[in-house]
């Protein structure tokens, strides 16, 4: 993993869950109470957030109407976006167009 990465990833848990070393009860917790309050945030406004079920196959077809955009011609990513070096971020984001949504 990248260094730059790693620090992120570091920072990210260490903000999150109080630790940068994996604790199920304390990642489950943390990844709780951050769910609850953008659920909270958003109370009131169902029309601004959009909740999608990757695993489900929630994919472009539920996303792109939520953004008012187009589906993109290449496949919906399944896996994680750092490993996946080959994808030009501007193809998934704007179409090519410059990564502009």
Excluded at 35 to 49: I, M, S
Excluded at 63 to 91: E, H, R, S, Y
């Amino acid at each position: 993993m990248p260094p730059k990465q790693t620090a992120a990833h570091k920072r990210l848990f260490e903000d999150l869950y109080g630790t940068d070393v994996f604790d199920e009860q304390r990642f489950a917790a943390g990844y709780q109470k951050f769910v609850t309050a953008v659920f909270e945030y958003f109370k009131g406004r169902p029309k601004d957030l959009l909740v999608m079920n990757v695993s489900a196959g929630d994919g472009w077809e539920k996303l792109c109407p939520f953004l008012g955009k187009p589906i993109p011609g290449v496949p919906f990513p399944k896996a994680n976006v750092t490993q996946i070096l080959w994808m030009n971020i501007d193809d998934v984001r704007g179409g090519g167009r410059g990564g502009r949504p």
